[in-house]
């Protein structure tokens, strides 16, 4: 079945180390994102993706690091510059060319603490 | 002033009751709108995109009102299951960009 794989779904990371999020879709979408949500609060984007080996700094960015090698994968690192990297992290896919652009398809999840 | 607003609830309504969520937007030049479903440590599911002229999907109904920049969700006859947080959805002015509410939780009790 098509769909988006994130892992690990739960990680927990000592403060001042890096940790890398996978993220693989099997959809053939082009586009790809990374949000982060905080208890109570709403998605907010991190890096996004149009095309491989490109890619945007979203409204979150400072502390985070991501790649595009290839079209199936969006991989994020948090790095220790992130002051506060306890959250939800949810990856997405979709076609930026749909009509109407909206629908975003989800990974599950993976939810980082950090101790 | 937040791009997107909710009102984050919790609504508190029994089974088949009919409860309404209100979400604006600050973006006049916004061009799409949607409504996502999440449910508890889940990820967020599509629920509805909201149409200039209202769309309905079973007991579910969207508005779009634009003069006055805000979208309406209306569930009819609530079940259990709708228990969630609905987030508000609004396209930026990129077609990249999708901005995000902080959700309106419901609870339907029996």
Redesign the interface.
Known sequence: DGGITQSPKYLFRKEGQNVTLSCEQNLNHD?M?W?RQDP??????IY?S?IVNDF?K?DIAEGYSVSREKKESFPLTVTSAQKNPTA?Y?CASNY??QS?????F????S?LTVL | RKEVEQDPGPFNVPEGATVAFNCTYSNSASQSFFWYRQDCRKEPKLLMSVYSSGNEDGRFTAQLNRASQYISLLIRDSKLSDSATYLCVVRGDSSYKLIFGSGTRLLVRP
């Not at chain 1, 989800?106 to 999840?109: I, K």
Request: no cysteine; glycine share 26%; net charge neutral.
């Open positions: 586009a994102y949000y109570g609060q709403g998605l907010r984007l996004y149009q945007q979203g939800f949810l930026p060319g109407p652009t909206g629908e975003l989800f990974g599950e999840g939810r």
